[in-house]
C-alpha cells in the first residue's frame, strides 16, 4: 500500500526542456535586418579584423521559420502534458478508490488490484520517459534546422561583406563563422613548441 502513495510524485514533465533549444542560434533570408549592419556599426578589432555580431534573442524572435515550429514544438509538449495528466488522474482515481473499498475485498482481491495499480504505475512513468524522449528529438531536430539554415545563409552572405569574425552574443560567444586567415592554432602549436627546453621533450 505504501507503493501506491507515490502515484502522486510521478509527473514533473517537459516544463524546462523548451527553453535550452531556444537559446540556440538561429538566422534566414527571410528576416535580413536581424544580421545586416552598417559599415559604421561594424566592430573592428585591433588588428584590423572585422568582427560582427549576432543578437541570438532577435534570430529566435524574429526568424518566421523558428517561431512556426517553436509553436509546433509548444503544441506537442502540451498534447504529451494532457496525455500524461489525463493517465494520471485516472489512475489516481481508481488508487483512492481501491483505499476506499479495499477492506471490503478478499485478500486474493485486494493484492490483484494492487498488483494492477503498481503496474499501470509503472507504465505510467514508462510513458513519460517515452514522451520526454519524443520531445528532445523533435527539438534536437528543430535545433539542427535552424542551424543548418543559418549556417547556409551564412555562407552565401559573407561573400559580399568584409567581416573575418561572426560571433553570436549570449555569453558564451559562439564563433558562427570565420575566415580561415584568423585561425592561429597552427602559429600557437609552433611557438609553444619553440619554447619548450630539450630537457622538456626528452623526458
Known sequence: MKQIGSILGIISFVGVIILFFLVMQTQDTTEPSAVEMSDESIPTSSDGQNVAVIEVDSLIKYYV??????EELSNERIKYDNELSSAQRKLMADAEK???TAS??????AQQRQKSLLEREQ?????EQQLTQRLAYSEALFSNEINDSLN???ADYVQTQTFDVILSDNQAGVILWKRDAVNITQQVIDGMNARLNPADTAK
Open 65 to 70: 521559420k523558428s517561431a512556426q515550429m517553436r
Open 98 to 100: 481501491f483505499q476506499r
Open 104 to 109: 471490503t475485498m478478499s485478500n486474493f482481491e
Open 123 to 127: 507504465q505510467l512513468m514508462q510513458t
Open 152 to 154: 547556409a545563409f551564412l
